[in-house]
């Protein structure tokens, strides 16, 4: 069962890669966008945007998680 979760994982983010990348340029976590600014591929203001876009969704996904979907769990 977790070689499954593995795949669908692996699967789910090399779609978004290959959908999203001409977008976004494939920032998908602040690592990424850390990396781009550390390299001048990515200007500052630009880099910010994205972290801090990419910590919003984060903690907006933690905050619907512990609202929504933990407490139907028990």
């Not at 979760?5 to 959908?19: D, E, F, K, P």
């Amino acid at each position: 069962m977790k070689y499954l979760i593995i795949l669908i994982m692996v699967s789910v983010l090399t779609a978004c890669g290959t959908v999203g990348g001409a977008v976004s340029g494939g920032h998908y976590n602040p690592a990424v966008t850390t990396a781009m600014w550390m390299e001048n591929k990515v200007d500052n203001q630009t880099a910010l945007a994205y972290a801090g876009a990419q910590i919003a969704g984060a903690v907006a996904a933690w905050m619907f998680y512990n609202r929504v979907i933990k407490p139907n769990r028990a």
